[in-house]
């Protein structure tokens, strides 16, 4: 037992925290254990350099390591390099919640490393991951001078058989239908990650609401709890200065620009307003005000006057109702030979999104921290190119928030979908973005599903919500642009159809979010979802899946047994039937159940129907050398063709027969012939050689 650790009792948790036996010349440090899992995490802030910029400087880095559960890192370099999605996805989990907690003009680098050194198996990684990096920083000796230390904590949220579960074990989170993880402050919530699971295609507004609240109080606990145990604990604090930078040229922004810049945030076209904004400042440098001093104080101006516009006349920038959603046009199946397309354009954000199907084979294998390797066949892929917003970049690999967003629609999606054998990879490539780029995705995910005759339980929609408050007077935005999203308090992504949520994700710029306002977003939410089903639905009328492009697939059993006779030695029978008939093929080796994936009706015919000769009990001793016969041409290949033999099997009648010319080609030398008059040459086991006698 660590007698340098306090336990704290969390409801179904027990955690311990060691603030000081380890990675002391940090700023702040804590061995975080739970049953048998053991997380480091350790805190650093550059006390004595400031950067310049309008953003808080924090980075988040969470690291599984391969020995914690005692294995080798996979793949060929035996060391743990580029992170994983779980790695990146948690690290951004943190980073989201702990990101409110330090204020506007807080200019010193922080860096948070949170590493997993042991785990059991059973822990709630994601969970454990928070709690130590918010206690690192709790105790940490980062202070901010006239500011009091804020504890953060969460809860992670099951609903199996009607019954709402606080912090689920694993085997409960398996049978649950919902995934709420939710993290926040006291009783002010500041970040929300939902999605439904186990095929329950979407949950009520009242039932989300419902645990949301029990969420909040949960925390609201656990905050207090938390607070009383870790206090003790707390370094002397650096107290830190905030960064205030001057604005000179506020005033005479106020004074002699104020329809000038009213004028460039209403404009319509993204690239018109930088255009204005540019004009703007060029005129502020002329009359004498540095060009940095310039930008701040107008982007300071710009937010309070978009703010002002939305609270006191109720109108937003681009002329919108607070509730009203952007012009919709839906193109759908717009590359003719992908599986299924669909381009979604929302005002001036535009997202091309492509659905693929394909085999077992092409699913994701992914390795979570001490299981067995699994597979994903249900795959969403974000990308977000720099010519979406302008901007003359390079396109480079996929970064965090490319990986999140996708991550968001795939969980939108997930649940709506019907059991199937295929594999399905969605692509969002986002050619245009002002604002609500994952959401426009999700619309167009699910229309391009649908363009490929995939069998969904419902279509789902998504939309971004907006916030912007003062005192106690609020307003909610309806599908939100980049600028409310830049210069709002909230960033709320919800999706789900009519009925209700299928995954909803929130994120709070500065302090928390009321119960009264999380409510009148969903329902401000849900009736917008209305509006852009109804339109997706209009645009789906007609629309055929291309079954010319599509690929074939069919199932059938066979007997346990026989799939030895299809696998054959080293696998070589299975090899060749896909290489003989281009196909996939799975085998469902406990069902006894086959699994063919064809580009073309004819080779996913041709190969089932040589897997079912080959499981037919076909007696080989009927045929011996020197036996002739005509038989049906089944398969012409490269190398030779394959004829289907009298009493069942078939025989192969190969191209060294006639020519030693590496040129020609079978299908030269048969022609256009059905069958072929052919003598036995050997019989080796159920391999039959044959000659043609007819050529």
């Known amino acids: 037992m660590n007698h340098n650790a306090v336990c704290v009792e969390l409801q179904n948790l027990s955690e311990s925290y060691d603030f000081r036996s380890v990675a002391q010349a940090s700023n702040g440090s804590v061995l975080y254990a739970s049953g048998g899992t053991r997380i480091l995490a350790s805190v650093c802030v550059q006390s004595k350099k400031v950067v310049e910029g309008d953003f808080i400087p924090l980075s988040v880095q969470y690291i599984q390591k391969a020995y914690a559960c005692g294995k080798f890192p996979s793949g060929f370099i035996k060391r743990e390099g580029k992170p994983n999605d779980f790695e990146i996805l948690t690290s951004r989990l943190i980073d989201r919640s702990l990101r409110p907690l330090f204020p506007k003009g807080f200019a010193y680098v922080t860096h948070i490393v949170v590493m997993v050194l042991s785990y059991d198996g059973k822990s709630d990684l994601a969970l454990g991951a928070l709690h130590a990096a918010a206690s690192a920083l709790y105790v940490s000796n980062i202070g901010i001078k006239g500011m009091p230390k804020m504890c953060v904590s969460a809860v992670r949220l099951g609903f199996v058989d009607e019954t709402f579960i ?54 609201k606990k656990d905050c207090a709890c938390f607070k009383e145990a870790f206090t003790p604990f707390i370094k002397p604090s650096l107290e830190l200065v905030l960064q205030e930078q001057d604005s000179k040229a506020l005033e005479f922004l106020q004074n002699s620009c104020a329809q ?138 996929v970064g965090r928030r490319e990986l999140g967003h996708g991550n968001l629609a795939r969980k939108a999606l997930r649940s709506s979908l019907k059991d199937s054998q295929s594999s399905i990879r969605l692509v969002s490539e986002i050619l245009e973005s002002n604002g609500s780029s994952s959401m426009a995705s999700v619309c167009g995910g699910s229309l391009a599903l649908q363009a490929c005759g995939v069998q969904m339980h419902t279509l789902i929609a998504g939309v971004a919500m907006g916030l912007v408050t003062q005192g106690e007077q609020y307003a909610i935005l309806t599908d939100i642009t980049g600028l409310e999203d830049h210069d709002g308090d909230m960033d709320f992504k919800v999706a789900g159809n009519e009925e209700g949520i299928s995954a909803l994700q929130m994120d709070i710029k500065l302090g928390g979010i009321s119960s009264e306002i999380l409510h009148d977003a969903l329902m401000q939410a849900k009736k917008a979802r ?60 406990e069902q006894g ?76 030398i048969l022609g256009q012939r059905q069958e072929i008059q052919c003598e036995i040459v050997s019989v080796n086991g159920q391999k039959v050689e044959l000659r043609a006698i007819d050529l």
């Open 530 to 589: 209305a509006h852009i089903l109804h339109l997706m639905r209009e645009a789906l009328q007609g629309v055929e899946p291309n079954y010319d492009v599509l690929p074939k697939a069919t199932t059938f059993p066979v007997s346990v047994h026989k799939m030895v006779d299809i696998i054959g030695q080293g696998g070589k029978t299975i090899k060749g039937i896909i290489e003989r008939f281009n196909v996939s093929i799975d085998l469902d080796r």
């Open 166 to 219: 606080i912090n689920p074990t694993k085997e409960q989170r398996a049978q649950s239908t919902l995934d709420l993880f939710v993290s926040g402050k006291d009783d002010e919530l500041l970040m929300i990650e939902m999605n439904t699971d186990n095929h329950t295609s979407v949950l009520t507004e009242s039932v989300v609401m419902e645990a949301l609240e029990i969420a909040k109080e949960r925390i």
């Open 260 to 397: 000038l810049v009213k004028n460039a945030i209403t404009q319509a076209s993204k690239s018109e307003r930088a255009d204005f904004f540019d004009e703007i400042i060029a005129y502020l440098v002329a009359q004498g005000y540095e060009e940095e001093d310039a930008k701040y104080s107008l982007s300071v101006y710009k937010k309070s006057l978009m703010r002002e516009m939305v609270l006191q006349d109720r109108m937003r920038a681009d002329g919108r109702k607070l509730d009203e959603v952007r012009p919709i046009s839906i193109v759908m199946n717009p590359l003719p030979y992908a599986h299924g397309s669909a381009l979604f354009t929302r005002g001036q954000t535009q997202a091309l999104v492509i659905c693929t199907i394909g085999g077992d084979n092409d699913a994701q294998s992914i390795e979570p921290l001490g299981e067995a390797v699994k597979k994903d066949k249900f795959l969403f892929h974000y990308n977000f190119p720099s010519f979406s917003v302008g901007e003359a970049d390079m396109i480079g690999s």
């Open 593 to 668: 159940n086959v699994h063919i994936h064809a580009n073309t009706k004819e080779d996913l015919q041709g190969a089932k129907q040589y897997i079912l000769d080959l499981v037919r009990d076909v007696d080989f001793a009927k045929y011996h050398s020197g036996m002739q016969f005509s038989g049906k041409i089944k398969k012409v290949m490269d190398f030779g063709a394959f004829v289907e033999l009298p009493h069942g099997g078939d025989g192969l009648l190969h191209i060294s027969k006639y020519t030693s010319d590496k040129s020609k080609k079978m299908s030269e």
